[in-house]
């Protein structure tokens, strides 16, 4: 193989840094990790370590000194050793899906393999993730944009109308009770309703209570667990365990959780209904609150309503970032995104209170 040129070498000083970048990463993650998921990550740091000795090769002398990494991967290693974020795994989900090993010539048809493999380990590791952030995480993002979003659109409405400055802050407080509240209590009669529908359906305890007179030989006992949707043989053997016959055939997997291993874990997941109530309640409140500031601080007039725009956009380009990241999908087209939807609706309102106060005006 001839000399490289110039091109190459900086091509391939340019993967060099990417390779020693994801290796450090990944090594970073592992050791915030446990168990399983730290050796996954292990193993795809020393893939990684095995591309950067490709590289290294190729450039030979070039290779000399060893490049550094760009500002964003440093900045990656920085969150992986500080905290081993899903958010940081989200974007290295996203390093992978944009590797050009597949188009270069000059890498293997391994490395390219390898970095489609990556893509899917780093993925499925992501979306374990993004699986426990869920449900309070994603209660709260949306929380805050329903805030952010119908508040902004209030007071734009209200000052276009010619309204005074202490108008659209008295405005503003009603709107953030006004909607904080309602959030809480939508939220506080659906957990109550669902915790109703629940009591409703939780099976009683007879089957305690008349199993000593029951025969066994006939036993009705089984069918109360197969109408409860347990397989034959599992009632069977739920129905010997409520007679005292702990020593039959079945399998004792077949065992299902008691009632109070049931109801601690409806509890888990659906949480009390003042709790959910008082939480959303304060997402919605933390972005309400946002498009009021300036009028807070004193200020009047337009800059009050440009100041309020633009935290209002820089809330929604985080809170639509933020999604981005959670669903692998650029963060930067879901924060421009919910820019759009968020200030297109207060532009509409914005129209409306001036065609509200130009009519009233005259």
């Not at 009021?292 to 935290?311: D, E, H, Q, R």
């Amino acid at each position: 193989m001839g000399e490289p040129s110039k091109a190459q070498i900086r091509r391939w000083r340019r993967y060099l840094a990417d390779e020693i970048a994801e290796a450090n990463l990944y090594r970073g993650l592992a050791r915030h990790a446990t168990g399983r998921e730290a050796e996954i990550l292990e193993q795809v740091a020393e893939a990684e370590g095995r591309h950067r000795e490709h590289w290294v090769q190729m450039l030979g002398e070039h290779a000399e000194p060893m490049p550094r990494p760009s500002v964003g991967s440093a900045f990656l290693q920085f969150l992986a050793r500080r905290f081993g974020s899903v958010f940081v795994l989200a974007l290295a989900q996203r390093a992978e899906g944009r590797s050009p090993y597949a188009e270069d010539p000059d890498a293997t048809d391994a490395m390219a393999a390898d970095e489609a493999v990556h893509e899917e380990i780093i993925r499925a590791l992501a979306t374990n993730g993004r699986e426990k952030l869920s449900g309070n995480f994603r209660a709260a993002v949306f929380g805050a944009n329903d805030g952010l979003v119908s508040n902004v659109s209030l007071i734009m409405g209200i000052g276009a109308s010619g309204a005074s400055s202490q108008m659209v802050l008295f405005s503003g407080l009603a709107g953030l009770l006004a909607g904080g509240l309602s959030m809480g209590a939508g939220e506080f009669v659906s957990v109550r309703s669902q915790r109703e529908l629940l009591d409703a359906s939780r099976p009683t305890q007879v089957t305690l209570r008349v199993a000593d007179d029951l025969d066994i030989d006939e036993n009705e006992l089984e069918l109360i667990y197969r109408a409860r949707g347990m397989s034959e043989e599992a009632a069977r053997h739920r129905a010997l365990e409520r007679f005292g016959h702990f020593d039959c055939d079945c399998d004792p997997s077949l065992s299902h959780r008691d009632d109070a291993e049931e109801e601690s874990a409806e509890n888990v997941v659906l949480g009390t209904d003042l709790g959910a109530a008082a939480s959303s309640f304060c997402f919605f409140a933390s972005g309400a609150v946002i498009p009021i500031l300036p009028y807070l601080l004193g200020m009047t007039g337009v800059w009050a309503m440009v100041l309020s725009l633009v935290l209002v956009g820089v809330a929604l380009l985080g809170t639509g970032g933020v999604v981005g990241l959670l669903s692998g999908a650029s963060p930067a087209k879901r924060g421009l995104r919910q820019l759009g939807i968020g200030y297109g609706a207060a532009l509409a309102t914005y129209l409306l209170g001036l065609l509200f106060g130009t009519t009233v005006g005259g």
